[in-house]
């Protein structure tokens, strides 16, 4: 039985961004630079939610939160 999902343009760049970066720490300001133009400019909440929603598809083991550092994405 094969499930299907449908990532966001944002979800998926979130996560090519840090699967291009596995085990490194990503800090929501890197993330905010690098995925996001100067007028858009999202708020840590909105970063959060989209941790969020990635982790309930690719499993939440799978990016960690490392407190006041960032997220890690593990191949575990």
């Known amino acids: 039985d094969e499930i ?4 966001t343009r944002k979800e998926c760049k979130i996560l090519l961004y840090l699967c ?3 085990g490194k720490v990503i ?18 909440a909105t ?3 989209y941790i969020k929603n990635l982790r309930k598809i690719i499993g939440k083991e799978r990016i960690v939160s490392l407190k006041k ?8």
């Open 20 to 22: 291009n970066q596995k």
């Open 27 to 44: 800090s929501s300001e890197e993330l905010i630079q690098n995925l996001w133009n100067y007028h858009e400019m999202p708020s840590e």
């Open 69 to 76: 550092l960032g997220y890690k994405f593990t191949s575990q």
């Open 47 to 49: 970063i959060r939610v």
């Open 4 to 7: 299907s999902y449908t990532l």
